[in-house]
């Protein structure tokens, strides 16, 4: 059954509307009932009157005279009444209106037969003889004692009726009057409800569409108004509550998505739930793959087994645990130190969003993952170790050389002038590369630890401290017969330590005079750009293998390793240069391809 | 439905461990390049050694697929994806077979700096083998039908490049008859890196298969 308003509205205005029928019917009836009484009540009051003016039935019956008929007509003329006579068998003996001679017996008439059993009859019907609505009434006609026949009265009804019919249209007036004033009011006091309701709904809308803090105002009913106001107050406590939260939820936010560490949540299946800005950046595409609308799993967006392997051990677990492991990115390998911990994701509060059905059996948790991206430390502890292998290996070389000399000398050896000379200058080859490797590991624990004040800068042009690199190069680069050719205009200024940055310069056009061929080129250039002047340096040499390039200014790197001992390098020069550049503000790159020659790009801030 | 649901989770499993499996044959792969690109024989040893892990992963999802096949009945979709998964974790059980071609041939050419070029010339090969391999993965991971045919079409290259290959190391046999032994290892080994780009274009081909409905013949 339909509850809504209008429905019930409607079952209402029906139940208004059969019991104003009933009532009207009740009424109408009553009526009706009243008139005929009346009628009857005349009626008969009129045949009392008429009874004792009622000539002689028996004797008339026996001399068959009209004297009853003439009676009836007399009497019927005036009292507008039908007036007949009957006698006890049923012959009329007088009628005021018809002729008596075609009427038939009339004993059967209800009224007569009730007359005729000594009562006073009354009924109402159409008349056979005249064709009207006739009320009758029939009296017991008793003459010298003896019921003798009926006399009967009648009057047409018909007008009656009409004012019957008036009263009844008046009431069925007031009636629908009355209904229709029940209807409007029941109409217009609905449409307000109603529309008190649909506030109500539109104000409940908005709170749930997120938008809080609206009042909410109705003018009726009175009873609504209480609704209203705690309505109003509920949203205005909601918008409160959802800012508080808002506001921490945002800071927690802020916080996770500046972290440094990765951090990633996942799901009792290992979906990505979500993950920080950091845990993104250790994916290759970082804008596709950090997009967490659509549920994906670990191992599809990350692509690590180790990592993946890693969760379902905390899954199983079920406690905290810490790894180390090696991860692919583009390439490239990071090393990633990571912690798990598995969380109930949601709380045992049976929050509002438990939309999951708890998995039989298998107590399983979400994970969170931090990850730390430890490529860097385990570089620099790689590149310490290498150092001080690499420094001790250094400097052994030399000095086993130097005491395998001197104890060939010992041995016998120094007698011979010609053997001795050679193996002095072999000894003192290596005491100069031995002094040379120290010289360079001094100045870059110089340059590293020592703060260059300002007082050392000084505003020169690019060309001083060139010329004098190529002051110490070019005998070497002529004997090889090496053109070192400049482009460019050097008489910039620049803001510069000039000893180291020639320092520098004899490093990089050193390095590029022992790895060219004989007969190449090295052209210097200078293109100054926007506040900067870029120094590009560039060989036609062997060229440096793409996956060396990052670390050929590491200390005793050595692309080579044979070839550049041979060469007589102590396996720092780079190392120097990156320091100095570094204290001279300025920056270093390089490009290389392997077999067609090296190129070293200096960018100076301008003075 | 607790029994649609329950089939609904084994079918997941199924996709996320044929991801797993693909993973593995990926880092086998990479590990592989790089041993061959930086003469690691340890990290090439690795990767003989871990090989029987992704063996392992074929067999059990095998056992998986035709457990679910028998028990649940699958129909449409349902089938298809775990046929297809059969075929594919097939496929996969190759690719990680060919890692390990890579790495005993590193093991035994890496010693020998004459080759020096040609491993030079044949590391683009395998670079382009192994980028097939990874984005034919992130297809297979994000059910998507239009990469996986791209990624198919990427096999002509690789035949282009395999021919290529192939006509140098010919003519370097021919010239350094002494280095006969590993020219053929290298030869066998383009051959496989070729094969192994067969082997994606097929699970490309299954991957659309599984997200379309669609026979596609992307060879």
Same mark, same amino acid.
């Given at each position: 059954?339909?509850?809504?308003?209008?429905?019930?509205?409607?079952?209402?205005?029906?139940?208004?509307?059969?019991?104003?029928?009933?009532?009207?019917?009740?009424?109408?009836?009553?009526?009706?009932?009243?008139?005929?009484?009346?009628?009857?009540?005349?009626?008969?009051?009129?045949? #009392?009157?008429?009874?004792?003016?009622?000539?002689? /039935?028996?004797?008339?019956?026996?001399?068959?005279?009209?004297?009853?008929?003439?009676?009836?007509?007399?009497?019927?003329?005036?009292?507008?009444?039908?007036?007949?006579?009957?006698?006890?068998?049923?012959?009329?003996?007088?009628? +005021?209106?018809?002729?008596?001679?075609?009427?038939?017996?009339?004993?059967?008439?209800?009224?007569?037969?009730?007359?005729?059993?000594?009562?006073?009859?009354?009924?109402?019907?159409?008349?056979?003889?005249?064709?009207?609505?006739?009320?009758?009434?029939?009296?017991? /006609?008793?003459?010298?004692?003896?019921?003798?026949?009926?006399?009967?009265?009648?009057?047409?009804?018909?007008?009656?009726?009409?004012?019957?019919?008036?009263?009844?249209?008046?009431?069925?007036?007031?009636?629908?009057?009355?209904?229709?004033?029940?209807?409007?009011?029941?109409? *217009?006091?609905?449409?307000?409800?109603?529309?008190?309701?649909?506030?109500?709904?539109?104000?409940?809308?908005?709170?749930?569409?997120?938008?809080?803090?609206?009042?909410?105002?109705?003018?009726?009913?009175?009873?609504?108004?209480?609704?209203?106001?705690?309505?109003?107050?509920?949203?205005?406590?909601?918008?409160?509550?959802?800012?508080?939260?808002?506001?921490?939820?945002? !800071?927690?936010?802020?916080?996770?998505?500046?972290?440094?560490?990765?951090?990633? /949540?996942?799901?009792? !299946?290992?979906?990505?739930?979500?993950?920080?800005?950091?845990?993104?950046?250790?994916?290759?595409?970082?804008?596709?793959?950090?997009?967490?609308?659509?549920?994906?799993?670990?191992?599809?967006?990350?692509?690590?087994?180790?990592?993946?392997?890693?969760?379902?051990?905390?899954? =199983?677990?079920?406690?905290?645990?810490? +790894?180390?492991?090696?991860?692919?990115?583009?390439?490239?390998?990071?090393?990633?130190?990571?912690?798990?911990?598995?969380?109930?994701?949601?709380?045992?509060?049976?929050?509002?969003?438990?939309?999951?059905?708890?998995?039989?059996?298998?107590?399983?948790?979400?994970?969170?993952?931090?990850?730390?991206?430890?490529?860097?430390?385990?570089?620099?502890?790689?590149?310490?170790?290498?150092?001080?292998?690499?420094?001790?290996?250094?400097?052994?070389?030399?000095?086993?050389?130097?005491?395998?000399?001197?104890?060939?000398?010992?041995?016998?050896?120094?007698?011979?002038?010609?053997?001795? #000379?050679?193996?002095?200058?072999?000894?003192?080859?290596?005491?100069?590369?031995?002094?040379?490797?120290?010289?360079?590991?001094?100045?870059?624990?110089?340059?590293?630890?020592?703060?260059?004040?300002?007082?050392?800068?000084?505003?020169? !042009? /690019?060309?001083?401290?060139?010329?004098?690199?190529?002051?110490?190069?070019?005998?070497?680069?002529?004997?090889?017969?090496? =053109?070192?050719?400049?482009?460019?205009?050097?008489?910039?200024?620049?803001?510069?330590?000039?000893?180291?940055?020639?320092?520098?310069?004899?490093?990089?056009?050193?390095?590029?005079?022992?790895?060219?061929?004989?007969?190449?080129?090295?052209?210097?250039?200078?293109?100054?750009?926007?506040?900067?002047?870029?120094?590009?340096?560039?060989?036609?040499?062997?060229?440096?293998?793409?996956?060396?390039?990052?670390?050929?200014?590491?200390?005793?790197?050595?692309?080579?390793?044979?070839?550049?001992?041979?060469?007589?390098?102590?396996?720092?020069?780079?190392?120097?240069? =990156?320091?100095?550049?570094?204290?001279?503000?300025?920056?270093?790159?390089?490009?290389?391809?392997?077999?067609?020659?090296?190129?070293?790009?200096?960018?100076?801030?301008?003075? | 439905?607790?029994?649609?649901?329950?089939?609904?989770?084994?079918?997941?499993?199924?996709?996320?461990?044929?991801?797993?499996?693909?993973?593995?044959?990926?880092?086998?792969?990479?590990?592989?390049?790089?041993?061959?690109?930086?003469?690691?024989?340890?990290?090439?040893?690795?990767?003989?050694?871990?090989?029987?892990?992704?063996?392992?992963?074929?067999?059990?999802?095998?056992?998986?697929?035709?457990?679910?096949?028998?028990?649940?009945?699958?129909?449409?979709?349902?089938?298809?994806?775990?046929?297809?998964?059969?075929?594919?974790?097939?496929?996969?059980?190759?690719?990680?077979?060919?890692?390990?071609?890579?790495?005993?041939?590193?093991?035994?050419?890496?010693?020998?700096?004459?080759?020096? #070029?040609?491993?030079?010339?044949?590391?683009?090969?395998?670079?382009?083998?192994?980028?097939?391999?990874?984005?034919?993965?992130?297809?297979?991971?994000?059910?998507?039908?239009?990469?996986?045919?791209?990624?198919?079409?990427?096999?002509?290259?690789?035949?282009?490049?395999?021919?290529?290959?192939?006509?140098?190391?010919?003519?370097?046999?021919?010239?350094?008859?002494?280095?006969?032994?590993?020219?053929?290892?290298?030869?066998?080994?383009?051959?496989?890196?070729?094969?192994?780009?067969? *082997?994606?274009?097929?699970?490309?081909?299954?991957?659309?298969?599984?997200?379309?409905?669609?026979?596609?013949?992307? +060879?």
């Amino acid at each position: 059954m339909k509850k809504s308003l209008s429905a019930t509205y409607f079952r209402f205005f029906l139940l208004i509307f059969f019991s104003l029928l009933v009532a009207y019917m009740f009424v109408a009836h009553r009526l009706e009932e009243l008139v005929l009484q009346q009628v009857r009540s005349d009626l008969y009051e009129t045949s #009392r009157m008429i009874a004792p003016l009622v000539p002689p /039935l028996e004797s008339s019956l026996e001399s068959g005279s009209d004297e009853a008929d003439r009676f009836c007509k007399k009497i019927g003329a005036e009292s507008e009444l039908r007036v007949t006579l009957i006698a006890l068998d049923g012959v009329v003996l007088g009628d +005021s209106d018809a002729d008596i001679g075609v009427m038939d017996l009339h004993h059967t008439r209800p009224e007569v037969r009730q007359a005729l059993q000594d009562q006073v009859g009354f009924s109402r019907r159409l008349s056979s003889t005249v064709g009207l609505q006739f009320a009758y009434l029939a009296a017991p /006609l008793y003459q010298a004692d003896q019921l003798r026949g009926v006399l009967r009265l009648a009057r047409p009804i018909q007008d009656v009726d009409s004012i019957f019919v008036a009263i009844r249209g008046r009431i069925v007036l007031l009636l629908t009057a009355i209904l229709a004033a029940a209807a409007f009011f029941a109409y *217009h006091i609905g449409g307000r409800i109603r529309k008190a309701l649909r506030v109500l709904e539109e104000a409940a809308r908005r709170i749930l569409s997120g938008s809080y803090g609206g009042a909410v105002h109705i003018d009726f009913p009175d009873e609504a108004q209480g609704l209203a106001r705690e309505m109003t107050l509920m949203s205005k406590e909601l918008q409160r509550r959802i800012d508080e939260i808002s506001t921490g939820k945002n !800071e927690l936010e802020t916080i996770l998505w500046s972290m440094l560490e990765a951090v990633i /949540l996942l799901d009792e !299946e290992l979906n990505i739930v979500r993950m920080n800005r950091a845990a993104a950046r250790l994916l290759a595409d970082e804008a596709e793959t950090a997009d967490t609308s659509k549920k994906r799993s670990l191992i599809s967006v990350f692509r690590s087994s180790s990592l993946t392997d890693f969760a379902a051990f905390v899954q =199983k677990r079920g406690e905290t645990q810490e +790894s180390e492991l090696s991860f692919n990115r583009a390439g490239e390998t990071l090393y990633i130190q990571v912690h798990g911990t598995p969380i109930q994701l949601r709380g045992a509060r049976g929050g509002t969003g438990s939309r999951r059905q708890p998995t039989e059996g298998s107590g399983t948790a979400a994970v969170l993952l931090v990850l730390n991206d430890i490529t860097e430390i385990k570089r620099t502890e790689q590149m310490r170790k290498d150092f001080v292998s690499n420094v001790s290996h250094e400097l052994k070389t030399p000095i086993t050389s130097i005491i395998g000399f001197v104890e060939t000398l010992q041995s016998g050896a120094v007698d011979d002038p010609e053997e001795a #000379r050679n193996f002095l200058q072999i000894i003192q080859r290596h005491g100069r590369r031995m002094d040379g490797i120290v010289d360079d590991l001094l100045s870059l624990s110089k340059l590293e630890h020592q703060s260059h004040g300002e007082s050392l800068f000084q505003t020169v !042009e /690019l060309a001083a401290p060139l010329n004098a690199a190529l002051r110490v190069c070019r005998p070497k680069a002529e004997a090889k017969r090496i =053109k070192i050719e400049l482009h460019g205009d050097f008489n910039l200024r620049l803001n510069i330590i000039p000893r180291l940055i020639e320092q520098a310069l004899v490093n990089i056009i050193d390095n590029a005079v022992k790895y060219s061929e004989e007969g190449t080129e090295i052209q210097i250039s200078v293109k100054p750009q926007e506040g900067l002047a870029e120094l590009a340096i560039r060989d036609q040499g062997m060229g440096i293998p793409a996956k060396e390039l990052p670390r050929i200014f590491e200390r005793f790197y050595r692309v080579d390793k044979a070839r550049s001992r041979d060469l007589g390098g102590t396996g720092l020069g780079l190392a120097i240069v =990156k320091h100095i550049i570094r204290v001279n503000r300025a920056d270093i790159r390089v490009e290389s391809r392997f077999g067609t020659g090296t190129t070293f790009f200096i960018t100076f801030p301008l003075s | 439905m607790p029994g649609r649901q329950h089939f609904n989770k084994a079918m997941n499993e199924v996709h996320q461990n044929v991801l797993q499996m693909g993973v593995l044959v990926e880092e086998s792969l990479e590990k592989a390049r790089r041993a061959f690109e930086e003469k690691d024989l340890v990290l090439a040893e690795k990767v003989i050694s871990q090989d029987h892990k992704i063996d392992e992963m074929q067999l059990l999802l095998e056992d998986r697929c035709t457990i679910l096949i028998a028990t649940e009945q699958p129909v449409a979709a349902d089938l298809r994806v775990l046929l297809t998964a059969v075929k594919i974790v097939s496929s996969m059980e190759r690719m990680g077979d060919h890692a390990v071609h890579l790495a005993k041939t590193t093991r035994r050419t890496s010693q020998l700096p004459n080759l020096d #070029r040609l491993r030079t010339l044949i590391l683009p090969l395998i670079v382009k083998g192994n980028d097939m391999v990874k984005d034919m993965l992130t297809a297979l991971a994000n059910h998507d039908a239009e990469l996986a045919r791209k990624v198919a079409g990427r096999d002509d290259e690789i035949d282009d490049l395999h021919r290529e290959l192939f006509e140098t190391l010919i003519n370097f046999q021919r010239e350094n008859p002494e280095y006969a032994l590993q020219t053929t290892d290298l030869l066998f080994l383009i051959r496989f890196f070729e094969r192994l780009c067969d *082997h994606v274009t097929h699970i490309c081909e299954w991957i659309v298969l599984r997200e379309t409905g669609e026979h596609a013949e992307l +060879s």
